[in-house]
Structure formats: structure tokens, C-alpha cells
């Protein structure tokens, strides 16, 4: 794996991340962007921060001491939507989950390791995915990040009994109530087909491997 890419992050998202530090301490960066700055596969605008407790008025506070925030969205203890005046997103998230993997640790703040991130992406697309969440897991897979043999066997360890391996491996091939949206990729370009076609021949072939 290479070390993280601070330089693929445009001007305004460079500047927000470089003001995070503040909660380093209490919040991991997971989500597209943190595989994006680990994989350099597509791009990511929003930050996810991801915490182990409920949010409070105070993790707002903090922000708002390096941050000039335009408009806060959904506040709640589970969530906190915000967007910067230079128009960046941070969402705030009370994740329950653990993290399983060693964290990848930067100067400003922690980043969600690939295969966890891989995992929360299984999980979201047993449950209800976006397009880019499919995205990503190709890159992860096809590049060999993680395989399907290991999300089955570490999922449950992260996620209990809320991970069905089953949903997940159908949901994976299934595609009639995605919407397909534009990706901008950074290295290879990828037709929607291409994925698809990728993502039935694994599943086939693991389904295979696990009779």
C-alpha cells in the first residue's frame, strides 16, 4: 500500500483537512475520502468523521474555532451535517462500530484503514448503497485491498449479527435500484458494464470456492 496522497485533495478540501486536528483525539476519517487519500482510485469531496460515541455541542464548538462554517444541516446526536464556507462537507457520524485494523496515522488526524473501510463498504451494500459505494469496493477488490473471503470472515467480528454475507453477496450483483452516476476516476477509466461484469464473475467464483 502506498502512504497517503495529501496533494490528490483540491485546494478547499486541503484546507479543511489540515484544520481536523482538532478532534484527532475522538474522530477517524473513514469513508470515500479516506481510501481516496490511500488507494488514489476516484475522486471524494465530503469528510467523513467518524466517532465511538454520540455527538455532542461541543465536537461543533471545535470546529467552529478553526473552521468558518456556511450552514449546519442535520444536527443530532447520531449526526452532524455541516458545509464550510468554502463549500467542503463534513459529516459528523456516531459509528458504533469498531475499527478491526490499525488505523493509518497522520499528522492531523487518523484515517480508517482500507480493509475497514472495505468492510463498512460490505456493509452498506448489503443494506443501501450508492453507486460510488460499488465503485469502490471494485477498485478494493480488483486490486486485491481485500477479498471476498476476507470481508465474510471479518465482517461479522465488526459488525455482529447486523452483517448477512448472503444480502451482501446478492446485493453485490444486483444493480435495479442503483442509480448510475458519473465517476471521475483517476488512473484507469471504467465502464459501468465492466464493473458489473466483474463483480458477477467474483461473486460466481467465491460461491464456487465456499460449495
Do not use: C
Request: hydrophobic fraction near 45%; proline fraction near 4%.
Amino acid at each position: 500500500m502506498s502512504q497517503p496522497s495529501f496533494d490528490i485533495l483540491n485546494k478547499p478540501q486541503r484546507e479543511i483537512f489540515e484544520k481536523l486536528t482538532s478532534l484527532k483525539k475522538e474522530a477517524v476519517l473513514a469513508g470515500g475520502t479516506a481510501l481516496l487519500l490511500q488507494i488514489q482510485h476516484r475522486q471524494s469531496f465530503d469528510f467523513d468523521l467518524f466517532f465511538a460515541r454520540e455527538l455532542e455541542r461541543n465536537d461543533l464548538i471545535k470546529l467552529k474555532k478553526t473552521i468558518s462554517i456556511k450552514e449546519v444541516g442535520l444536527n443530532t446526536k447520531e449526526q452532524i451535517n455541516i458545509i464550510t464556507a468554502n463549500d467542503v462537507l463534513i459529516n459528523l457520524v456516531f459509528y458504533p462500530f469498531p475499527f478491526i485494523f490499525p488505523q493509518e496515522k497522520t499528522a492531523v488526524i487518523p484515517l480508517a484503514s482500507i480493509k475497514d473501510i472495505a468492510l463498512d463498504k460490505a456493509y452498506t451494500i448489503g443494506r443501501r448503497a450508492l453507486w460510488r459505494d460499488y465503485v469502490d469496493m471494485f477498485f478494493l477488490l480488483k486490486d486485491n485491498h481485500i477479498t471476498l473471503s476476507e470481508i465474510s470472515a471479518s465482517a461479522p467480528k465488526k459488525f455482529g449479527p447486523e452483517f448477512n454475507e448472503r444480502l451482501f453477496l446478492e446485493q453485490l450483483i444486483f444493480f435495479g435500484d442503483i442509480e448510475i452516476v458519473k465517476i471521475s476516476f483517476l488512473k484507469e477509466q471504467f465502464e459501468e458494464e465492466e464493473i458489473k461484469k466483474f463483480f458477477t464473475s467474483s461473486v460466481q467464483s467465491y460461491r464456487q470456492k465456499i460449495l
